[in-house]
């Protein structure tokens, strides 16, 4: 008995012996096998990242890579003629904003024509992709408007915002004083009923 427990014993750490060698080189399997993979996936996104970077595209006018819209805003030549007058536009868009603040119907009608316009830039971008050599050096006018978004759209819409802002305020300052009203009523009524 005595001697088939040292045999078991031996037998046990035997296989435990082998059981350690396979599991040392099925882990030095595993980890060359990681290692070649980590490799190979540094290696691709290397690759991935060059031709990502090669096909940023780079401005004409100041050769600058095109990675954020600050970039692409700086890549603009905002001294072309018609460039000036988009601003221009803008300026007297919000001049007529605050202007109309006092006459509510006019605003209506100022907030409608530039939603209306905002409505009508991917036409106008379809247009002005076309025709582009007639009033441009450069084609600005990108299939996905971008161009469009950012220097005729957003502060269109900059506009309307101010404007509904506006209306928001009014609404609470009229609900506010109509509030403050009845309470007043309220207030001299009961006093009424205190002096009959």
Not at 52 to 73: E, G, H, M, Q, Y
Not at 76 to 94: A, D, K, M, R
Not at 106 to 128: D, K, R, T
């Amino acid at each position: 008995m005595w001697t088939v427990r040292i045999t078991k014993r031996a037998y046990i750490t035997q296989d435990t012996t082998k059981a350690h060698k396979t599991k040392s080189a099925t882990g030095e399997f595993i980890l060359h096998f990681c290692q070649k993979a980590s490799s190979f996936s540094l290696v691709k996104m290397t690759q991935q990242k060059a031709n990502n970077v090669s096909s940023i595209p780079i401005d004409a006018f100041s050769n600058l890579r095109i990675t954020s819209i600050w970039t692409f805003l700086m890549s603009v030549q905002w001294s072309e003629p018609w460039l000036i007058g988009l601003l221009v536009f803008h300026v007297v868009c919000l001049c007529l904003t605050v202007v109309t603040c006092r006459y509510y119907r006019a605003q209506i009608c100022h907030f409608l024509l530039m939603v209306g316009l905002v409505y009508s830039a991917e036409y106008l971008n379809e247009l002005a992709a076309m025709n582009w050599k007639s009033f441009s050096d450069f084609q600005y006018f990108d299939s996905k408007g971008m161009f469009i978004s950012l220097v005729y759209s957003i502060p269109l819409l900059l506009n309307t915002v101010i404007i509904v802002m506006v209306w928001v305020y009014r609404t609470f300052s009229t609900m506010t004083e109509l509030k403050t009203l009845q309470l007043k009523r309220k207030a001299r009524r009961e006093k009424r009923e205190k002096n009959d």
